[in-house]
Nanobody, 115 residues
Framework: QVQFVESGGDLVQPGGSLRLSCAASGFIFRNYDMSWYRQPPGKERELVAS????????YYADTVKGRFTISRDNGKNAVYLQMNSLKPEDTAVYYCRRRAVFDGWGRGTQVTVSS
């Protein structure tokens, strides 16, 4: 079965950085575009970033553009999100998934940006 295991979330001060990781299994990872989503407390889940199979086409939400970087390692079945210049409004549970196929949500990883 398809599974996603997110990790790397932490408590960090405004302006700090975190690198999130997502380990995927249960499908041929290199054949699928991947996305990161997040859900702030009390708000709807939103798309953060996407990356295609060959790492040549990348999308970022306007709210994170210039601060976050999505990447992937097809040999490790992993997708990453480098988060710099973090703001309190980045506080959320972060999830990864296939862009075009919905497999359900993993447990996500908590990112808290607070002083």
């Amino acid at each position: 079965q398809v599974q996603f295991v997110e990790s790397g979330g932490d408590l960090v001060q405004p302006g700090g950085s975190l690198r999130l990781s997502c380990a995927a299994s249960g499908f041929i990872f290199r054949n699928y575009d991947m996305s990161w989503y997040r859900q702030p407390p009390g708000k709807e889940r939103e798309l953060v970033a996407s990356i295609n199979t060959g790492r040549t086409t990348i999308y970022y939400a306007d709210t994170v553009k210039g601060r976050f970087t999505i990447s992937r390692d097809n040999g490790k079945n992993a997708v990453y999100l480098q988060m710099n210049s973090l703001k309190p409004e980045d506080t959320a549970v972060y999830y990864c998934r296939r862009r075009a196929v919905f497999d359900g949500w993993g447990r996500g990883t908590q990112v808290t940006v607070s002083s």
